[in-house]
């Protein structure tokens, strides 16, 4: 069962650094959503792409952008880092269709800013 | 936006009784409510949803119920078993755009 897969999945960085995180939906699925996950937290909504378009932002600074590739693959940056930024950053596809929005999460990227 | 409320933020059940976990949410035009456990070190995953048109859906021990009216909905576990403690979350979506959480409750089962 091929689902959604994350890289890294571990990552430390230090303050204002900048990191790339990757994210591959499952086969057929061709939006992309990204959240943030602070330790005790419910997930985030950082960003939804759907066929290579942003379809909807949350409320998180300039400093955090990404991309949606051909293959629906999808890449989150985040620059400047700040020590806040550290979480479980977790990506979730869908089909993107309507009716079949149900999103499966992958198993996340833990990054640390020290 | 949309503002997700989740209570309790931790539950304790005796193995065999029911567990209920309510959220209510702000947008009226929120029309999707997923629900998500989470076990420790693990990615959320899917257990029920329901959409606006719908009052209650039930999956074997697992159901759910929509007040619109009062933009409350509830998760219902009953026979509960130690496998089900982990961390549960609602959601909220404006048409599957831009899903909003809950803070999680964390449910223990005692066997």
């Known amino acids: 069962d091929a689902g959604v897969t994350q890289s890294p999945t571990h990552l430390i960085k230090t303050r204002g650094q900048q990191v790339t995180l990757r994210c591959s939906p499952i086969?057929?699925?061709?939006?992309v959503s990204w959240y943030q996950q602070v330790l005790g937290q419910g997930p985030q909504f950082i960003f939804q792409y759907y066929e290579k378009e942003e379809r909807g932002r949350g409320n998180f600074p300039d400093r955090f952008s990404a991309r949606q590739f051909p293959n629906y693959s999808s890449e989150l940056n985040v620059n400047a880092l700040l020590l806040g930024d550290s979480a479980l950053y977790l990506c979730?596809?869908?089909?993107?269709?309507?009716?079949?929005?149900?999103?499966?999460f992958g198993p996340g990227t833990r990054l640390l800013v020290l | 936006g949309e503002n997700v409320e989740q209570h309790p933020s931790t539950l304790s059940v005796q193995e065999g009784d029911s567990a209920v976990i309510k959220c209510t949410y702000s947008d009226s035009a929120s029309n999707y409510f997923p629900w998500y456990k989470q076990e420790l070190g693990k990615r959320p995953q899917l257990i029920i949803d329901?959409?606006?048109?719908?009052g209650e859906k039930k999956d074997q021990r697992i159901a759910v119920t929509l007040n619109k009216t009062a933009k409350h909905f509830s998760l219902h576990i009953t026979e509960t078993q130690p496998e089900d403690s982990a961390v549960y979350f609602c959601?909220?979506?404006?048409?599957?755009?831009?899903?909003?959480f809950g803070s999680g409750t964390k449910l223990n089962v005692k066997p």
């Open positions: 979730a596809s869908s089909l993107g269709t309507s009716d079949q929005e149900t999103q499966y």
């Open positions: 086969s057929g699925h061709k939006s």
């Open positions: 959601a909220a979506s404006i048409n599957f755009n831009k899903f909003y």
């Open positions: 329901i959409r606006s048109n719908v």
